[in-house]
């Protein structure tokens, strides 16, 4: 009976060297991998706000009048000098190849000179426009630096780019607050670059995020 009450206590003893031993290991591990972690993003600034865009062309009637015809819709493909809307007696045309991203569909509308009847960007002049608060490594951030950008589209697939713009003042639409002292912190935009020829799959308004190379 000692004999059986002695074994028992050596295997429970044992047990918990084994369970400690495994603790210490875990912990080990994780503090391996949290160290690796940190040392390759410590060379990276994270942009998690980033959408690819291109600048956006508004088309519109010069004398103004009402709106007769629209001859696109979103998402067409239109050449150089193509009729998209007829407002009054006037043809409101293209001024480059491109995609429509919006149109204005109200016939019988009357649109001042000028007033937005549809607009449509150039798909080469696509790029990542990231926002990113003034205190999140903007500081760091600079021209020419490497980067590299994922696109919620298309998962965890990674895209190539460089930093080809940092914005010189805040979008003054975006300020948020810092927690701790409720200071106001102004987003800036950072333009990335990219071949748009390597990747025809990317389209003006898709959800992205990127990270700069900042060593």
């Known amino acids: 009976m000692e004999n059986e009450v002695v074994k028992n206590e050596d295997k429970k003893s044992t047990n918990q060297k084994s369970i400690l031993i495994l603790a210490v290991i875990g912990f080990a591990i994780a503090i391996i991998v949290g160290g ?3 040392y390759l993003n410590s060379g990276q600034v994270y942009i998690e706000n980033s959408f690819v865009e ?3 062309i508004d088309l519109s009637a010069t004398g103004g009048g009402i709106l007769q015809k629209v001859y696109v819709q979103e998402g067409d493909t239109v050449t ?3 009729v998209v809307a007829e407002v009054g007696q006037e043809l409101v045309k293209s001024t480059d190849p491109g995609i429509i991203v919006s ?3 109200n016939i019988g509308k009357f649109f001042a000179p000028g007033m937005l009847v549809v607009s449509m960007v150039k798909p080469e002049e696509l790029e990542i426009v990231g926002r990113i608060d003034e205190d999140k490594g903007l500081k760091d951030i600079q021209v020419g630096q490497a980067a590299f950008f994922t696109v919620d589209a298309y998962g965890s697939k990674k895209y190539q780019g ?3 713009e940092v914005a010189p003042q805040s979008r003054q639409s975006d300020v948020v607050f810092n927690i ?3 200071r ?6 950072v333009k990335i670059r990219f071949d748009v020829s390597t990747y ?3 389209k003006n308004g898709m959800s992205a995020k990127a990270w700069v190379f900042i060593k």
């Open 184 to 189: 106001q912190v102004k987003q800036f935009n």
């Open 162 to 164: 460089i930093v080809d």
């Open 80 to 82: 150089a000098n193509q």
């Open 103 to 105: 149109a204005d569909n």
């Open 36 to 38: 690796i972690y940190l």
């Open 54 to 56: 291109a600048p956006i």
């Open 200 to 202: 025809p799959e990317l």
């Open 180 to 182: 701790s002292n409720q």
